[in-house]
């Protein structure tokens, strides 16, 4: 059976569901490498939802922490 599992690459990067973030921004401000934005794209609740530039994460775990939604972001590696 094929995996539905996130490959993993060892190179961390945020993980967000886009679906649920608030668009707070609270991850934004708290990224000390300022590779988080806001998509162009509305999400369900009609807000634009933070999205990863593509490059710059540590995988500090800061964001993680100062998002206050259970689980919209997360950190992979
Ligand atoms: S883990 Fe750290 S560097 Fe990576 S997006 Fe989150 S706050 Fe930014
Ligand atoms: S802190 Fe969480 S809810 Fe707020 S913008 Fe970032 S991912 Fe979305």
Do not use: Q
Not at 15 to 23: F, M, R
């Amino acid at each position: 059976m094929a995996s539905t599992e996130t490959p993993r690459t060892g190179i961390p990067h945020p993980v967000i569901n886009a679906d649920e973030c608030k668009s707070c921004m609270r991850c934004i401000v708290a990224c000390p490498k300022k590779c988080l934005r806001l998509s162009e794209h509305l999400n369900r609740r009609g807000v634009k939802p933070v999205e990863y530039s593509g490059e710059g994460c540590v995988g500090c775990g800061i964001c993680f922490y100062t998002c206050p939604e259970p689980y919209v972001l997360v950190i992979e590696k």
